[in-house]
Structures are given as structure tokens and as C-alpha cells.
Antibody, heavy 131, light 108 residues
């Protein structure tokens, strides 16, 4: 079964740090790019970060640039999001999402005949920033 | 950054009725890389439509997507009880990927 399982969320103080993990199973992890997407309580979806299959291309939303670091370990089938200098507005459910394309120069392209985009999502992990 | 604007914010309909959801982009969406997601309370988003009009695996044919350029539509031909949820459009042809603010389809 294709599956993504996030972990590492919790309660953290304002200005603190947290590392999220996303464990993948049921498919060839190294063939895919990944994204982190978050959802603040009662709000919509916000894309946070993208990493290509080889880690050669990384993008961040302006709201987290300079504070969050995305990374992956293809040998461990795992995706990570290191978060520093956490703010109130970072309180959200964080989802990892598989991506079947590749991005370069700010544009994104299919790897194969179809381009599904973010086709598989984890169940999410909750980050609460408290003052 | 491509801004996606969804309308209406809330759609109040009865089971069996037709739902029409709109997503308008601030600039043309690259190669119609436009997706629709369904999200129910406490659950992760679920991919319904990719490439503006292709149903994802296992999605019933009462869901259909259309449009190109800057105007896209998700249609649910006959609402089933399990279809009442929030729907998001998303463009994935450029970075940053962006989502619409969502349309809630609620039971009338």
C-alpha cells in the first residue's frame, strides 16, 4: 500500500524549533519529488516547500524562507522539514505530499505521460506554537 | 505568483443536485496543470482531478473538470451524501504552487 506517515509535531514555544518527518512506503521513494503543505486551524491549504527527487531543486514559500529547511534521505525513504524561529502563524497541520513531476527554473513538468501533481498525501502532523 | 480565486465560498445544495464550482487564475495556468482536491473534516486532501479534466484513480464519474487558461470548473453531476466537503483547486505548473481558498459544499 502506498503510504506517507508524518511525525514530529507537537507543542513548541514561540521562537523554538521542531523537526517534522515523513516516512514513505509502498513505492520507490527516490523516484518522486515531495512537498510540505500546511493548514492553519479553520483555514485553507498553504504550500510550504518542494524538494526534487535528487534534492537538487528546492523551493520555499516566502512565509517560511530562511526559517524552514526541507531535506530528504532516499536511503531511509524519509522526508524532513526542519523548522526554526517558529511563529504563531506557523501553527497548523503539516502534510507531506508526493509529487510526480519535476521543477526547474520555477516551472514544473511531468516526468512521464501524465502529471498528477500532488497525488498521495499523509494524514498530517499538528504543530502548535505557544507563547 | 499565480493567485487562484474560487467561487462561491459556500454552496448549499441537496443530495441529487448538480454542483458547479469555479476557479479563476490571475494568469494563465501552465499546460492546464490544475488540480482539484476534496477535503473532509479531520482528513487529508484527496486528489480528484488533475490536468484540469482527468479524474484521478478511483474517482467516480460524477466528478468532472473542465477549463483552460485562467478559468476552470469542477462539476459534480449528482451530489451524493459523501460529497459534502470542502473543495480546493491548485495549480502545479509553476512554483510557488498555489491553492484557491476553497469552496464548501454543504447540505441545504
Amino acid at each position: 500500500e502506498v503510504q506517507l506517515v508524518e511525525s514530529g509535531g507537537g507543542l513548541v514555544q514561540l521562537g523554538g524549533s521542531l523537526r517534522l518527518s515523513c516516512a514513505a512506503s509502498g513505492f520507490s521513494f527516490s523516484d518522486y519529488a515531495f512537498n510540505w503543505v500546511r493548514q492553519a486551524p479553520g483555514k485553507g491549504l498553504e504550500w510550504v516547500s518542494y524538494i526534487s527527487s535528487s534534492s537538487s531543486t528546492i523551493y520555499y514559500a516566502d512565509s517560511v524562507k530562511g526559517r524552514f529547511t526541507i531535506s530528504r534521505d532516499n536511503a531511509k525513504n524519509s522526508l524532513y522539514l526542519q523548522m526554526y524561529s517558529l511563529r504563531d502563524e506557523d501553527t497548523a497541520v503539516y502534510y507531506c505530499a508526493r509529487d510526480d513531476g519535476y521543477c526547474s527554473g520555477g516551472r514544473c513538468y511531468p516526468k512521464g505521460s501524465y502529471y498528477y501533481g500532488m497525488d498521495v498525501w499523509g494524514q498530517g502532523t499538528t504543530v502548535t506554537v505557544s507563547s | 505568483e499565480i493567485v487562484l480565486t474560487q467561487s462561491p465560498g459556500t454552496l448549499s445544495l441537496s443530495p441529487g443536485e448538480r454542483a458547479t464550482l469555479s476557479c479563476r487564475a490571475s494568469q494563465s495556468v501552465s499546460s492546464s496543470y490544475l488540480a482539484w482536491y476534496q477535503q473532509k473534516p479531520g482528513q487529508a486532501p484527496k486528489l480528484l482531478i488533475h490536468g484540469a479534466s482527468s479524474r484521478a484513480t478511483g474517482i467516480p464519474d460524477r466528478f468532472s473538470g473542465s477549463g483552460s487558461g485562467t478559468d476552470f470548473t469542477l462539476t459534480i453531476s449528482r451530489l451524493e451524501p459523501e460529497d459534502f466537503a470542502v473543495y480546493y483547486c491548485q495549480q502545479y505548473g509553476t512554483s510557488p504552487r498555489t491553492f484557491g481558498q476553497g469552496t464548501k459544499v454543504e447540505i441545504k
